[in-house]
């Protein structure tokens, strides 16, 4: 299984940005994908999460209003489309997903937010 981010970079507040993720090993259509979040020196924490037919998602209450989470089965990709940028949204940003008993994450994108 492997998941690869892409998208990541500088941007200032107020800006946008989209993530992606492109998943293989696995039936990507499947199953259920998330985001997480590594600040500096914080914990890694879910951003978002998507069923597996992308008609179900959640958040977490920072991110609400300003965060999508979307899929593409036909291309194994899952995206964050972040709007509204703040710097408190600055962090590595990494998508998972569960399979069997184990978790598979892909190596991380930068968002720093800062003018």
């Known amino acids: 299984v492997q998941l690869v981010e892409s998208g990541g970079g500088l941007v200032q507040p107020g800006g946008s940005l989209r993530l992606s993720c492109a998943v293989s090993g696995l039936t990507f259509s499947s199953y259920v994908m998330s985001w997480y979040r590594q600040a500096p020196g914080k914990e890694r924490e879910l951003v978002a999460t998507?069923?597996?037919?992308?008609?179900?998602?959640n958040y977490k209450d920072p991110v609400k209003g300003r965060y999508t989470i979307s899929r593409d089965n036909a291309k194994n990709t899952v995206y964050l489309r972040m709007n509204r940028l703040k710097p408190e949204d600055t962090a590595v940003y990494y998508c998972k997903v569960l399979h069997l008993t184990t978790a598979y994450w892909g190596q991380g994108t930068q968002v720093t937010v800062s003018s």
């Open positions: 998507i069923n597996s037919a992308g008609d179900y998602t």
